[in-house]
Nanobody, 118 residues
């Protein structure tokens, strides 16, 4: 059974930091590129924004312009886990963050809420 379980979300003040984790099971994690998407309040699923993606081996990472220099994606293939370190958070980063595994199949987690507010 495939599972992607996100954790680490919460409420933080502007300028703060959070680290999201996504623990994967039920598939060959190292064969899948891993991504973080976010869905802002009032947006539909089809409007999810790709925040960051990392290659199977972790050697290549790409970011949305809106998060470049603030967010860092990483993965530990030995632990079947992908991370998103989020620094200098802004109110516009408020969203539900989803973990995605993209390869032969396309898998999604249930999401974790991130709220940035003073």
């Amino acid at each position: 059974q495939v599972q992607l379980v996100e954790s680490g979300g919460g409420s933080v003040q502007p300028g703060g930091s959070l680290r999201l984790s996504c623990a994967a099971s039920g598939f060959t994690f190292s064969s899948y590129a891993m991504s973080w998407y976010r869905q802002a309040p009032g947006k539909e699923r089809k409007e999810r924004e790709l925040v960051a993606r990392i290659s199977c081996g972790g050697g290549t990472a790409n970011y949305a312009d809106s998060v470049k220099g603030r967010f860092t994606i990483s993965r530990d293939n030995a632990k079947n886990t992908v991370y998103l370190q989020m620094n200098s958070l802004k109110p516009e980063d408020t969203a539900v963050y989803y973990c995605n595994a993209y390869g032969y199949y396309d898998y999604w987690g249930q999401g974790t809420q991130v709220t940035v507010s003073s």
